[in-house]
């Protein structure tokens, strides 16, 4: 199980907006580490969607935001389309591990 | 421009030893701050992290797989390699590497992954 917890699931219909949360520990989220999300489209490598908690990559659309809070962190896309179906994973560092984290990844349906 | 691709056999036996090699070009793992890192993914089920050699030769590891694994990077050759002992079927998965930025501890470039099965 991960050490960041996501909901498995989200929908929306096009056009809505969804919000997909992130819940660390006061030893990665909550200490203050960035928190990074990925989009995973089906057979492809996880895409760099957010960095820095809030900031995106060149390329990526607006529709894209990033926010943190305490020891969650929240991605919110506006306007859903049908190509943003997609799994989504949030990531930080954790400084008990002393690594790498990861959620357990959502998966986005477009209705 | 930064790319990465994996490499590495396709099947490899349990009890075997997997090593897989990450090719990159577009930066070096000299450069302050940066770092590589190695990412499975089984079947159907999440991203999970394996280790990490930051350029300044710090190695990480996943608490879980420490026993079984070793990175190492080789500037001069622009490679990273894992090794995993002990190989199990439950180790089936695509293996992912990706580049991490100086400044940052997200995973900005990845390789399109390899997948490898564990089979007799």
């Known amino acids: 199980q991960s050490v960041l917890t996501q909901p498995p699931s989200v929908s929306g219909a096009p056009g809505q907006k969804v919000t997909i949360s992130c819940t660390g520990s006061?030893?990665?989220?909550?200490?203050?580490?960035?928190v990074h999300w990925y989009q995973q489209l089906p057979g492809t490598a996880p895409k760099l969607l957010i960095h820095?908690?809030?900031n995106r990559p060149s390329g990526v659309p607006d529709r894209f935001s990033g926010s943190m809070s305490g020891t969650s962190a929240s991605l919110a896309i506006t306007g859903l389309q049908s190509e943003d179906e997609a799994d989504y994973y949030c990531?930080?560092?954790?400084?008990?591990?002393?690594?790498?984290?990861f959620g357990g990844g959502t998966k986005l349906t477009v209705l | 421009q930064i790319t990465l691709k994996e490499s590495g056999p396709t099947l490899v036996k349990p009890t075997q030893t997997l090593t897989l090699t990450c090719t990159f070009s577009?930066?070096?793992?000299?450069?302050?701050?940066?770092?590589v890192a190695w990412i499975r993914q089984p079947p159907g089920k999440p991203l999970e992290w394996l280790a990490l050699?930051?350029?300044?030769?710090?190695?990480r590891y996943s608490p879980s797989l420490r026993s079984r694994l070793t990175i190492t990077g080789d500037t001069s050759k622009n490679q990273v390699v894992l090794t995993m002992t002990n190989m199990d079927p439950a180790d089936s998965a695509t293996y992912f590497c990706?580049?991490?930025?100086?400044?940052?501890?997200?995973?900005?470039?990845w390789g399109p992954g390899t997948l490898v099965t564990v089979s007799s």
């Open positions: 820095g908690n809030s």
């Open positions: 990706a580049h991490k930025p100086h400044g940052t501890s997200c995973l900005f470039y």
């Open positions: 050699v930051y350029w300044d030769d710090d190695k």
């Open positions: 006061s030893s990665n989220i909550g200490a203050l580490y960035d």
């Open positions: 577009g930066f070096s793992l000299s450069t302050d701050g940066v770092g």
């Open positions: 990531q930080s560092y954790d400084n008990s591990l002393r690594g790498v984290v």
